[in-house]
């Protein structure tokens, strides 16, 4: 099972009991942050919950699933989460 943004919201403006509106607003916020700071190159760390940080995946050979054929993939940038220790021990 999987909670989605809307239910992510409900959640929020429950527990914060503010609106729905005011709730999807703050989620927004944090997320754009997030975003932003990880696009300029900035790691974030939300202490107890965890770190988003950006590297860079060399560029290398691999092959092409359907033929077997040879080919490059490009270098690029991926998003990298690693969970602080107050939510590792929740999920354990």
Not at 7 to 28: F, P, R, T, V
Not at 36 to 55: I, K, P, Q, S
Not at 67 to 80: C, N, W
């Given at each position: 099972?999987?909670?989605?943004?809307?239910?992510?919201?409900?959640?929020?403006?429950?527990?914060?009991?503010?609106?729905?509106?005011?709730?999807?607003?703050?989620?927004?916020?944090?997320?754009?942050?997030?975003?932003?700071?990880?696009?300029?190159?900035?790691?974030?760390?939300?202490?107890?919950?965890?770190?988003f940080r950006v590297?860079?995946?060399?560029a290398r050979t691999?092959?092409?699933?359907?033929?077997?054929?040879?080919?490059?993939?490009?270098?690029?940038?991926?998003?990298?989460?690693?969970?602080?220790?107050?939510?590792?021990?929740?999920?354990?």
């Amino acid at each position: 099972m999987s909670i989605n943004r809307p239910q992510l919201i409900d959640i929020i403006a429950k527990k914060g009991n503010i609106s729905k509106a005011e709730a999807n607003k703050s989620l927004k916020l944090v997320l754009e942050s997030i975003g932003e700071a990880l696009a300029t190159g900035e790691n974030v760390t939300l202490v107890g919950f965890g770190t988003f940080r950006v590297t860079e995946l060399a560029a290398r050979t691999g092959r092409n699933p359907q033929t077997g054929e040879k080919m490059q993939i490009k270098a690029k940038k991926v998003v990298r989460f690693k969970a602080g220790n107050e939510l590792a021990s929740k999920v354990k």
